[in-house]
């Protein structure tokens, strides 16, 4: 699986922006499709992560954005999605796609629990 991230950019603080995340290849619907960001300094920190052929649709997210930011997925169209709402200046990062083939639970927020990852997207939010 090939991931294409996109939709990055400078937004003011309390704004919006939706990310997304292109996949290539097949069987894209057994693969969870998840969200993580890193800021400049920090490592990369688990943003959200959705679910579908083995849990249908279930989603998870770090308690930093949960009630900001919704995680979706397009399967017709290989796609995955992050609109951010709300955005806050620590929301600053760079934000990547990842993929696990299989099942993601609530626990799985560690990078190395996926199996690919795209290139980044970097998001700004001027304060």
């Known amino acids: 699986v090939q991931l294409q991230a996109s939709g990055g950019g400078l937004v003011q603080g309390g704004g919006s922006l939706r990310l997304s995340c292109a996949a290539s290849?097949?069987?894209?619907?057994?693969?969870?499709m998840a969200w993580f960001r890193q800021a400049p300094g920090k490592e990369r920190e688990f943003v959200a992560v959705?679910?579908?052929?083995?849990?249908?649709?279930?989603?998870y997210y770090a308690d930093s954005v949960k009630g900001r930011f919704t995680i979706a997925r397009d399967n017709a169209k290989n796609t995955a999605y992050l609109q951010m709402n709300s955005l806050k200046s620590e929301d600053t990062a760079v934000y990547y796609c990842?993929?696990?083939?299989?099942?993601?639970?609530?626990?799985?927020?560690?990078?190395?629990?996926?199996?690919?990852w795209g290139q980044g997207t970097l998001v700004t939010v001027s304060s």
């Open positions: 959705i679910n579908w052929s083995w849990s249908r649709g279930t989603t």
């Open positions: 990842a993929a696990r083939n299989g099942l993601a639970t609530q626990t799985m927020r560690n990078t190395y629990q996926y199996d690919y």
């Open positions: 290849g097949r069987a894209f619907d057994e693969y969870a």
